[in-house]
């Protein structure tokens, strides 16, 4: 099951460097548009906004599941063994509970204010932006609840090296 999450995760990662590509070329568009043809869009600010939401939102759960979050690492420097596993659980449950929390509150925001359009796209309603919440803390709840098994899974197995990134 580890794998499936980390290879779903790996498609996330990869829809949101194509959102961070699709950014980047809506700004280029607009300051050219804006200064050069002095044209500006119309659509490209609300668009930006859109996407920086979505990107952000789906960002968290990829970088959890990469571990590459700030924790405490004098914790876990001063820790070994059985120990350390307890406190990676205890870490994972907090985020998870944290996750289940956000969600909630998401899922609440969406149903409140979701059919509400977009001023100035009456196409658009709020939903698809607030949606990224909704699923940001999917995410992170699975996410969270991977590392949970994987370290449970592992917990009487002795610490590996920790490798350094280069």
Known sequence: MAKIIDTFMEWVEKA???????EV???????????ILKNPLNWSDQACRFGLVW???????????????VC????FAKTKGKLKK???????LCTLFFSATFLLCAVQYVQKCGAQSVPGFPGLKFWM???????CGVLMSVVMLKEIGVIIANFNKPDEPKQIEE
């Open 129 to 135: 932006l607030y949606g990224a919440e909704v699923v």
């Open 72 to 75: 405490f690492d004098l914790i």
């Open 86 to 92: 307890i406190f990676e659980i205890f870490f994972a």
């Open 16 to 22: 949101v460097t194509l959102l961070l590509g699709l």
């Open 55 to 69: 990107i952000i939102m789906l960002g968290f759960p990829v970088m959890f599941n990469r571990k590459a979050t």
């Open 25 to 35: 070329v809506t700004i280029v568009a607009q300051i050219f548009f804006r200064y």
